[in-house]
C-alpha cells in the first residue's frame, strides 16, 4: 500500500545545532515519515558545520531524511549524500550543468534525487518530466502556495512521484494529497503538533498515511482476572528488556493512536501515559503477541530512562549470573570496537593497537591490504578454520581504521540498512 509521507522540514541556517538535534529527535519520534534537512549557504564554514549536523542527525533518527545542500560540483554531492542522507536536494537552476547532475545520478541512483522546483516554473515548464527523465531524477519536490485546477491537473499526469513543499498546509492540500503522483507533503506546519493525530485526521479524509494498526482485535486477547493484558517493553534499537506493565483495551488503543505506550496503573485504577510527568515517553515501533495470546511484546525508541529510578531499564537488580562466552555477533563486534577506542583516547603501554595509532594511516592501511590478502589465500583451502582466523584478523585491523577515521559499528549499519531498496 503506497502512504502518503509527512515530511517535516527543518532549515538550518543561523539555528542553534542542539537545537536542530533535539527537533529531528522529536519528529522522529513523534511519527514522521522522513525529513527534508536543508541549508543552502555557500560560506565553508557553514557549509561544513552543516555537514557535521546532518551526521549527528543521521545518528539520532530512525527515518530517512532529504539533505538539500550547495552543490557547486559532485565532491559536494557525495560529502552530503555520505553523511546518511537518503535523497539530495537538487535546486532548480542545477539542470544548467547536465553534466553534472547525470554523474550525481549515475552514482547514487534516480530515485535519491529530487528536483526543487516552484509552482509558476513547473507551470511554465512543459519540458520538466522529460527532463528530469534525461538527467536521471527520479523526483519533483514543488513549492505549492496557489490553488489551481490546471496544477493539480498537470501533477496528476506526473510520470514520476512528488512531494508537495506547503509551509502552511492549507487545506487543499488535502486534495492534492489524492492524487496517485503525490507522496507526501513536505512543511514545517507540524512544529510543536501532534502528527499522530494529524495523521488520524487525514486518515477520516480517505488519505492513506502510515499510522499503526492491529492485526488482532483486542477481544481476541487472553486477558488475566483483572482484565489485563502484561505487556513486555523492549528497546528497539538494542533488544533490551526495559519494563513490564500491563494493558486494558482502552491503553492498548490509546498506544496505537497516540504512538507513545499508554498502560493501565493497577495501584492507581486508571491509565497513565509512560514520560508524561518525566518527559521519557516510551515511542511505539512495532508491538507483537506471543503464541498464547496472553503476552505483547512493545519494541520501543525511549527518550529517556524507562525506569523511575532514573535506571534506563527497570531490570538492572542482578540475582544469577554466570560467566560465558557471549556469541551475539554485533555485541560483540562493538565490545571489540569499544576497546580499541578506548585504547586510542587511553593509550595503553605495549599496546599492539597503540602501536597502530601511533604509527598512523598508512601502517594501517597497510595491515588491511595484508590481512585481506591473506583471507584470499586462506579461502583456496579447503579446511575453514585457516579462513575464519584471517576474517577475525582482518576485522580487528578494519575497526581500528574505522576508530582512526571517526566512523563506528552504527555508521556502517546503517549504510547497509539504507542499501535495502538498491537490491
Not at 550543468?97 to 522546483?117: A, H, M, P, Q, W
Not at 488520524?200 to 502510515?210: D, K, S
Not at 506471543?290 to 519494541?299: F, I, N, R, S
Not at 578454520?385 to 563506528?408: C, K, N, P, Q, T
Request: glycine fraction near 6%; charge should be negative.
Amino acid at each position: 500500500m503506497a502512504y502518503k509521507k509527512i515530511i517535516p522540514l527543518i532549515n538550518t541556517e543561523g539555528e542553534v545545532a542542539e537545537n536542530i538535534v533535539r527537533l529531528a529527535r522529536d519528529y522522529s519520534d513523534r511519527g514522521a515519515d522522513g525529513l527534508l534537512v536543508y541549508n543552502f549557504s555557500k560560506d565553508e564554514d557553514s557549509r561544513e558545520e552543516f555537514l557535521k549536523l546532518a551526521k549527528r542527525i543521521a545518528r539520532i533518527i530512525d527515518i530517512p531524511f532529504i539533505i538539500g545542500y550547495h552543490i557547486g560540483n559532485y565532491e559536494d554531492a557525495k560529502k552530503a549524500y555520505y553523511t546518511g542522507a537518503s535523497g539530495l536536494l537538487l535546486p532548480y537552476g542545477l539542470l544548467e550543468k547536465e553534466g553534472l547532475v547525470k554523474d550525481i545520478s549515475n552514482r547514487f541512483g534516480v530515485g535519491k534525487l529530487y528536483l526543487e522546483i516552484d509552482q509558476p516554473t513547473f507551470m511554465e515548464n512543459d519540458g520538466i518530466y522529460e527532463a528530469c527523465k534525461n538527467l536521471g531524477i527520479g523526483n519533483l519536490l514543488i513549492d505549492y502556495n496557489d490553488e489551481s485546477e490546471s496544477f493539480e491537473k498537470k501533477v496528476s499526469i506526473s510520470p514520476m512521484p512528488v512531494v508537495i513543499r506547503d509551509n502552511l498546509f492549507s487545506k487543499d492540500i488535502r486534495d492534492i494529497l489524492l492524487i496517485p503522483s503525490v507522496t507526501g507533503v513536505t512543511t514545517d506546519f507540524y512544529l510543536n503538533r501532534d502528527i499522530m493525530k494529524a495523521k488520524q485526521a487525514l486518515m477520516q479524509e480517505n488519505i492513506m498515511v502510515n499510522v499503526p494498526e492491529s492485526k488482532i482485535p483486542f477481544s481476541e486477547f487472553k486477558l488475566n482476572n483483572d482484565g489485563l493484558i502484561p505487556v513486555i517493553t523492549q528497546d528497539f534499537k538494542t533488544g533490551e528488556v526495559l519494563m513490564l506493565a500491563y494493558m486494558n483495551e482502552e491503553a492498548y488503543n490509546r498506544t496505537i493512536t497516540d504512538g507513545k505506550m499508554t498502560y493501565y496503573s493497577r495501584s492507581r485504577n486508571a491509565l497513565w501515559v509512560k514520560g508524561e510527568t518525566s518527559g521519557n515517553y516510551l515511542y511505539l515501533k512495532e508491538m507483537y503477541l506471543d503464541c498464547d495470546k496472553d503476552t505483547l511484546l512493545a519494541k520501543v525508541i525511549p527518550a529517556g530512562p524507562a525506569c523511575h529510578t532514573g535506571n534506563k531499564s527497570c531490570f538492572y537488580t542482578g540475582l544469577i549470573e554466570k560467566e560465558f562466552r557471549k556469541s551475539n555477533p554485533y555485541n560483540i563486534l562493538n565490545d571489540v570496537y569499544n576497546i580499541i577506542m578506548d585504547r586510542k583516547k587511553n593509550p595503553k603501554e605495549g599496546s599492539y593497537t597503540n602501536y597502530l595509532f601511533d604509527k598512523g594511516l598508512d601502517k594501517i592501511l597497510k595491515k588491511c591490504g595484508e590481512e585481506a590478502a591473506e583471507i584470499i589465500i586462506a579461502a583456496k583451502n579447503p579446511e575453514s578454520g585457516e579462513l575464519r582466523y584471517e576474517i577475525a584478523d582482518f576485522l580487528y585491523h578494519l575497526m581500528v581504521l574505522m576508530a582512526y577515521s571517526g566512523l563506528d559499528w552504527e555508521d556502517i549499519t546503517t549504510e547497509l540498512a539504507d542499501r535495502d531498496g538498491r537490491k
